[in-house]
């Protein structure tokens, strides 16, 4: 089965095109014929070795890769939302061998759910990790209707989404942007558009003097931004960031892993995409044997929209 990934832990040149074994198909899990995988920033970390002493498997090979879209190509017992054939979307815990970047690939069925109508896997690829991470994000901190909530990474992919959800949920929204990234923030629904940068926080505050109920930390800023929020507010960090104790600050370091298997909140998800109320951003596709040249775009910056691996 083909895989993209590192027998040795390095820098984009180090991925390639690997052999690996089928997985196993255990009770409750589902097989899937992968067609797209997203490069998120994570992966990069991942093949630079970055996660290597948290990592179980010891042994080489390691595929990086969270979220992938494709066809269900078996089914193990008990799983009944599904049927092989059938369209999907899922979310990747990586670990060793097993990772997003691979055709062949099985996952715990509530890590997986029908993609959204009339998405390709491309697109729909885009989905599931990132806006279940703002997902959670938002439910972390757990803001009411009406108050405000600032999102910094705004054009990012977990930013974006977090804006999208928030709106939804009611909340008002001051997302940061470059100039070039301005329109696209305000697109997605930002109700107030500040210009990003380490004076970010500041900004914010102009905009409210009291400062915001809560911030979610796409651009993982994480000391920089507290001053944005108020005292008691609640910062949501994607990065493992604590916050410094101070002013009463809520501080929730947000990991994915811990809510990969929440089937209904990725149908949610799956059902606000069909709305129209999350927009699937594909930046550009690679085939897989390209794999190297997209990490090497997602590391230089600047990329709106996700790239994805095609196999
Ligand atoms: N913990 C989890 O479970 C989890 C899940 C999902 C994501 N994440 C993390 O969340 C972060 C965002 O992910 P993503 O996929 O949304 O990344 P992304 O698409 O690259 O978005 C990040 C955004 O932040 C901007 N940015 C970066 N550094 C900045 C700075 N110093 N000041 C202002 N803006 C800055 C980027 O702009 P440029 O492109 O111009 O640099 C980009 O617009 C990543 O660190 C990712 O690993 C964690």
């Given at each position: 089965m083909r895989a993209a990934g590192v027998?040795?832990?390095?820098?984009?040149?180090?991925?390639?095109?690997?052999?690996?074994?089928?997985?196993?198909?255990?009770p409750g899990e589902v097989r899937l014929r992968v067609a797209a995988a997203t490069v998120n920033p994570t992966d990069t970390h991942a093949r630079a070795g970055a996660y290597a002493d948290?990592?179980?498997?010891?042994?080489?090979?390691?595929?990086?890769?969270m979220d992938v879209a494709g066809v269900v190509a078996e089914l193990g017992d008990g799983v009944d939302h599904l049927a092989v054939g059938d369209e999907v979307m899922g979310v990747v815990v990586p670990t060793g061998a097993h990772g997003g970047y691979r055709e062949d690939l099985v996952l715990p069925g509530d890590s997986v759910v029908r993609a959204p109508k009339g998405a390709d896997a491309v697109a729909a690829s885009t989905l599931p990790m990132n806006a279940l991470t703002a997902r959670f994000a938002l439910d972390l901190m757990a803001l009411g209707r009406g108050q405000v909530l600032a999102v910094t990474g705004a054009a990012g992919a977990f930013g974006g989404y977090v804006v999208?959800?928030?709106?939804?949920?009611?909340?008002?929204?001051?997302?940061?942007?470059?100039?070039?990234?301005?329109?696209?923030v305000r697109t997605l629904g930002a109700d107030v558009v500040v210009r990003r940068g380490d004076d970010v926080a500041a900004r914010i505050r102009e905009q409210f003097p009291d400062g915001v109920d809560g911030l979610a930390?796409?651009?993982?800023?994480?000391a920089l931004v507290l001053p944005a929020v108020r005292d008691g507010g609640a910062v949501a960090t994607v990065r493992g960031y604590r916050g410094d104790g101070q002013r009463g600050l809520r501080v929730f370091p947000t990991l994915v892993r811990r809510v990969a298997q929440?089937?209904?909140?990725l149908d949610r998800l799956r059902q606000q995409a069909d709305d129209g109320v999350l927009t699937l951003r594909v930046a550009r596709t690679f085939p897989a044997e390209q794999a190297a040249d997209a990490h090497r775009l997602i590391e230089r910056g600047?990329?709106?929209?996700r790239l994805v691996l095609t196999f």
């Open positions: 027998t040795e832990f390095g820098g984009a040149e180090a991925l390639r095109i690997l052999d690996v074994p089928a997985e196993p198909l255990g948290r990592d179980p498997v010891k042994t080489p090979p390691w595929v990086p890769g999208q959800l928030a709106k939804a949920d009611g909340l008002t929204v001051v997302a940061d942007a470059a100039e070039a990234d301005e329109d696209l930390d796409g651009s993982v800023q994480d929440d089937r209904a909140a600047g990329v709106r929209g």
